[in-house]
């Protein structure tokens, strides 16, 4: 592990994207703990409030990204400088995606049903960057043999036509597909290759005068959405919370 760590994380230099990860998956994992137990009214915990206005936490969140982002711009990729820096953006950006829905929809959604989309944007960014630290780099590496060397060549190609066919695959409504294709083989080549989702661009554009493929289009993504969204629900409250439910409306005339 040793060997391994020095020559494919700290040799390249991504030992800051490292601790900035890890930054951000505990400082997303604890702002979770807190807030649900200030929901469930358990705890020493409570919000945070000046002169009667609630102060969300992706306020602070902004100002240690700023902080964080800038300080590792200046101070390189090596160092204890580039160190800090990384755990500080790391712990600004998991307090800031962690309230992602509330800066998209302007409004306080953080335990309603599009506040969800926070804790999507939280999984598939840890993820992404999982990806990039686990993957090779070929850059920045001493000693290379011409093998390794080779090795790497096959991986930028492989990069670029995995990117070639999520741009497909995200123009055909897939934006998941999309992301992870670009670093995981095969992935967006699948998303490319099957029938868009109706409304993506791609079925707009070729699915216009196609009848039947918009029928079997819509369909599939029936069948699909039917398939994996109770999972991705269950997923989504097991770590983010689950949303309040909204209140039933009243008939007029009722009390």
Known sequence: MGPWLERNIVEPGKLPLLLALTAFVLTFVVTRVITRLIRAGKGPFGNVKAGGLHI?????????TVVGGFGAVAGGRQGLGAAVAAI???????????EFALILHLDDVYWTEEGRKSVEVVVITAAMVGLLLAG??????????????????????????????SLVALSKGKTRVAIFGVIVPLVAVVGAVR?????????????GDRPRARARAGLRAYHHDRRWSRLSRTLQDWIGGKPDRPEPARLPGRR
């Open 195 to 207: 029938l868009a989702r109706p409304g993506s661009a791609w079925a707009r554009r070729f699915y």
């Open 136 to 165: 090779f780099s070929p850059f920045g590496v001493n000693d290379i043999s011409a093998g390794e060397l080779q090795d790497r060549g096959t991986v930028i190609a492989n990069i670029v036509a995995n990117f070639a066919f």
């Open 88 to 98: 500080v953006f790391g712990i600004g950006a998991g307090l800031v995606l962690d």
């Open 56 to 64: 969300h936490h992706v306020v602070p969140g902004v100002v240690l």
